[in-house]
T-cell receptor, first 109, second 119 residues
Framework: TQLLEQSPQFLSIQEGENLTVYCNSS?????LQWYRQEPGEGPVLLVT?????EVKKLKRLTFQFGDARKDSSLHITAAQPGDTGLYLC?????????FGTGTRLQVFP | NAGVTQTPKFQVLKTGQSMTLQCAQD?????MSWYRQDPGMGLRLIHY???????DQGEVPNGYNVSRSTTEDFPLRLLSAAPSQTSVYFC??????????????????FGPGTRLTVL
C-alpha cells in the first residue's frame, strides 16, 4: 500500500502568519493534487502539479512538487481565517488516486 | 448541472443490516470512485470504475460491493454492515481520458458525503 504522509497533522495559527504543509512518500507519482475540505462538505481541488520541481501559485498559496516526484509542499503566505480547513494531498498512480492523511488548519482572527 | 449527488446524507444501521449508498453525476464523467474518510486517515479508496460495466478494487474493498450499469450511477452496497464501517463516505467522478485518449490527471469532483453510523 502506498502511503502519503502529511505533516503537521494539526496547525493553529494567527491571522497573518505564514505556514508550510508537507506531503511525503517513498513512492513516485505521475502527478500530485492538493484539495481543501470544509466541514460537512466534500474536498475541492486546488491545484495539480505534474513535473518534478514544478511550482504553482494560487493567490497566497504556493505549491511545489519535489524533483523526484515523491513529495510536495503547500506554503500559505499571510494566512486568513478563510484558509481554515482540512488540506489533503493526493498522488496519482495509474488509475488510482491515493490520498494523504490530511492537515487540519485553523486560522484565528 | 447538479455535479455529483449522494443520498442519503445521514444513515444509521444496525449490525448485519444491508443498504445501498447512491451516487450520481451529470457531467458525463467516465471515472467514478468511492472513498471513506476516517479521522486521521485521510480518504481511502474503496472501489472505482473507469467506465460503465468496469469496476475494480481500491485500498479497502472488503465488505463493499459496487456495480456500474450506466455512466451516471455508481451505487455502493453494504451487504452486512459492521461497526467498523462507521465512517463518512464520499463519491467522486472525473474525466479519465482527454480528447486524444490520453489519461488526464484524474482530478476528482466530490459529492457532499454520506455519514454512516453502524450500531
Amino acid at each position: 500500500t502506498q502511503l502519503l504522509e502529511q505533516s503537521p497533522q494539526f496547525l493553529s495559527i494567527q491571522e497573518g502568519e505564514n505556514l508550510t504543509v508537507y506531503c511525503n512518500s517513498s513512492s513516485v507519482f505521475s502527478s500530485l493534487q492538493w484539495y481543501r475540505q470544509e466541514p460537512g462538505e466534500g474536498p475541492v481541488l486546488l491545484v495539480t502539479v505534474v513535473t518534478g520541481g514544478e511550482v504553482k501559485k494560487l493567490k497566497r498559496l504556493t505549491f511545489q512538487f519535489g524533483d523526484a516526484r515523491k513529495d510536495s509542499s503547500l506554503h500559505i503566505t499571510a494566512a486568513q481565517p478563510g484558509d481554515t480547513g482540512l488540506y489533503l494531498c493526493a498522488g496519482l498512480n495509474t488509475d488510482k488516486l491515493i490520498f494523504g492523511t490530511g492537515t487540519r488548519l485553523q486560522v484565528f482572527p | 448541472n447538479a455535479g455529483v449527488t449522494q443520498t442519503p446524507k445521514f444513515q444509521v444501521l444496525k449490525t448485519g443490516q444491508s443498504m445501498t449508498l447512491q451516487c450520481a453525476q451529470d457531467m458525463n464523467h467516465e471515472y467514478m470512485s468511492w472513498y471513506r474518510q476516517d479521522p486521521g486517515m485521510g480518504l481511502r479508496l474503496i472501489h472505482y470504475s473507469v467506465g460503465a460495466g468496469i469496476t475494480d478494487q481500491g485500498e479497502v474493498p472488503n465488505g463493499y460491493n459496487v456495480s456500474r450499469s450506466t455512466t451516471e450511477d455508481f451505487p455502493l452496497r453494504l451487504l452486512s454492515a459492521a461497526p467498523s464501517q462507521t465512517s463518512v463516505y464520499f463519491c467522486a467522478s472525473s474525466y479519465s481520458k482527454g480528447r486524444w485518449g490520453l489519461r488526464r490527471y484524474n482530478e476528482q469532483f466530490f459529492g457532499p458525503g454520506t455519514r454512516l453510523t453502524v450500531l
